[in-house]
């Protein structure tokens, strides 16, 4: 099993520039999750997916967007890149909510210019 | 709400100390409680995870964490630090049942020295 993958690994955006994020996991989880990750600030969560064809807000959603294509796969889509969104983000996936372990990816490190 | 405090953002021990990196937590009901540790570069990995049951809490490569509910801490504790251990450590936090959101906290870089 693969686990978690991300795509891209790095990518560097001009300002106003769009992207799609990609996630996919292969373990047979319910509920995806994107985080992005911030010197001293730990992870926040961004969206989440608790089961396939729905979505919410976490903590930080402003200037993202999230599909949950089917039970494998969770984008996450920068419309308008802003420098404020230079971060590295990470994509998780979980059995189900609550007590169970999130798994990781190993993160997508974004720079916007 | 519920909060995760980590404190101390580094801490160093040398090679065969004990390591102890703290972590405090606010909820409003019993919650669950990881410990997760990112090595550079990485995605983060579970340590060990406290739900219900036997408040000592074992995990991977050695590290223990004791929930206390009196003190709403969950301090993370290995008897004798190796140099592989050097990681940033993130405690976090979601409430129990079907809650949906795992909080972190900021993360403590543990520095090993030789």
Same mark, same amino acid.
């Not at chain 1, 911030?38 to 200037?63: C, H």
């Not at chain 1, 599909?67 to 230079?86: G, M, V």
């Given at each position: 099993?693969? !686990?978690?993958?991300?795509?891209?690994? =790095?990518?560097?955006?001009?300002?106003?520039?769009?992207?799609?994020?990609?996630? #996919?996991?292969? *373990?047979?989880?319910?509920? *995806?999750? &994107?985080?992005?990750?911030?010197?001293? *600030?730990?992870?926040?969560?961004?969206?989440?997916?608790?089961?396939?064809?729905?979505?919410?807000?976490?903590?930080?959603?402003?200037?993202?967007?999230?599909?949950?294509?089917?039970?494998?796969?969770?984008?996450?889509?920068?419309?308008? #890149?802003?420098?404020?969104?230079?971060?590295?983000?990470?994509?998780?996936?979980? =059995?189900? $909510?609550?007590?169970?372990?999130?798994?990781?990816?190993?993160?997508?490190?974004?720079?916007?210019? | 709400?519920?909060?995760? $405090?980590?404190?101390?953002?580094?801490?160093?021990?040398?090679?065969?100390?004990?390591?102890?990196?703290?972590?405090?937590?606010?909820?409003?009901?019993?919650?669950?409680? =990881? &410990?997760?540790?990112?090595?550079?570069?990485?995605?983060?990995?579970?340590?060990?995870?406290?739900?219900?049951?036997?408040?000592?809490?074992?995990?991977?490569? !050695?590290?223990?964490?004791?929930?206390?509910?009196?003190?709403?801490?969950?301090?993370?504790?290995?008897?004798?630090?190796? *140099?592989?251990? #050097?990681?940033?450590?993130?405690?976090?936090?979601?409430? !129990?049942?079907?809650?949906?959101?795992?909080?972190?906290?900021?993360?403590?870089?543990?520095?090993?020295?030789?």
């Amino acid at each position: 099993n693969a !686990g978690v993958t991300q795509t891209p690994k =790095f990518q560097v955006l001009k300002t106003g520039q769009s992207m799609t994020l990609q996630c #996919a996991q292969d *373990m047979n989880h319910n509920s *995806m999750y &994107w985080y992005r990750q911030d010197p001293g *600030m730990g992870l926040r969560l961004i969206y989440y997916s608790a089961s396939e064809g729905t979505t919410d807000k976490g903590e930080v959603p402003n200037g993202y967007n999230v599909s949950r294509l089917n039970k494998r796969e969770f984008s996450l889509r920068l419309e308008s #890149a802003a420098p404020s969104q230079t971060s590295v983000y990470f994509c998780a996936s979980t =059995f189900r $909510t609550g007590g169970d372990e999130q798994y990781f990816g190993p993160g997508t490190r974004l720079t916007v210019t | 709400a519920q909060s995760v $405090t980590q404190l101390g953002s580094h801490v160093s021990v040398s090679e065969g100390a004990l390591v102890l990196l703290r972590c405090n937590y606010s909820s409003s009901v019993p919650p669950y409680l =990881f &410990w997760y540790v990112q090595y550079p570069n990485q995605g983060l990995q579970l340590l060990l995870k406290y739900t219900t049951g036997a408040t000592l809490v074992k995990g991977i490569n !050695g590290f223990e964490a004791e929930f206390k509910k009196s003190e709403t801490s969950f301090h993370l504790t290995k008897p004798s630090a190796h *140099m592989s251990d #050097a990681a940033e450590y993130f405690c976090a936090v979601t409430l !129990g049942g079907s809650a949906r959101q795992l909080t972190f906290g900021s993360g403590t870089q543990l520095t090993v020295l030789p």
